[in-house]
């Protein structure tokens, strides 16, 4: 690497650890090229970027800003550089996870919230929810008093058509009762007509009776 290079590697550090408000400093020693390009590719997914770079150009990428003047006793062996703009707690989480199925990937120090951070201080960041999962949850808080709603004007129409069920079930034995009770009123109507016609044969027969007397 010639000097231009370098300058470009320096500059180009510089300007990451500037434009972005969280940064994770973590060792790659001992991390194969496939493992390198895996953890690449996760921190991609969510919004981050990883940097290999010599310690040595990294120190002098950080020289003139005073915030992270503390990380440069951190610097040591070989380093990778990870920057996010928003997704702190999800990029730590993707670096505590690979360095639990990576043992070589070691997190060596953090930028955050203006503060400098330790391995224990980026163990929990990524124990925070990120931003997505932020994002579902004031969903959830906000749509609960839609779902609670949505549930009793539910739990009402169930109600009415359970309802609806009971009577429709209950009409057939009406008109099963109305028919069942209709031969014992056919049958009152006879017995009435043949007591009166019994009353009409009484009385020809007692004013026969009366003629022949």
Same mark, same amino acid.
């Given at each position: 690497?010639?000097? *231009? ?31 390198? /390009? +895996? ?18 150009? @990294? ?27 928003? *997704?702190?707690? #999800? ?12 043992? +070589?990937? /070691?997190?060596? @120090? ?10 224990? =201080? %980026?163990?929990?960041?990524? @124990? ?25 004007? *539910? @739990?009402? +129409? ?6 609806? =069920?009971?009577? %429709? /079930?209950? +009409?057939? *034995? ?7 009770? #209709?031969?014992?009123?056919? #049958?009152?109507?006879?017995? #009435? ?10 009385? /020809? ?9």
């Amino acid at each position: 690497m010639n000097r *231009q290079q370098k300058e470009q590697v320096i500059e180009s550090l510089r300007n990451d650890f500037q434009n972005n408000p969280s940064s994770f400093v973590v060792g790659v020693k001992g991390l194969t090229v496939s493992q390198l /390009e +895996a953890l690449r590719g996760g921190l991609r997914e969510k919004g981050g970027k990883l940097k290999i770079a010599k310690v040595r150009l @990294a120190k002098q990428a950080i020289t003139n800003l005073d915030n992270l003047k503390e990380l440069d006793p951190l610097l040591k062996e070989q380093l990778g550089f990870v920057f996010t703009d928003q *997704q702190a707690p #999800a990029i730590a989480k993707i670096l505590r996870d690979f360095s639990k199925e990576n043992e +070589a990937l /070691e997190l060596v @120090a953090g930028y955050f919230e203006n503060s400098i951070l330790n391995k224990d =201080n %980026i163990l929990e960041i990524a @124990a925070l929810p990120s931003r997505d999962e932020l994002l579902a949850m004031i969903a959830r808080v906000l749509n609960e008093p839609m779902a609670m709603f949505a549930r009793a004007v *539910q @739990a009402i +129409a169930d109600k009415k058509a359970e309802g609806g =069920n009971v009577s %429709i /079930e209950a +009409a057939p *034995q009406e008109v099963s009762s109305e028919i069942s009770a #209709a031969p014992a009123s056919e #049958a009152s109507v006879e017995s #009435a007509q043949d007591a009166s016609m019994e009353k009409e044969k009484s009385e /020809e027969a007692t004013s026969e009776e009366n003629k022949s007397e």
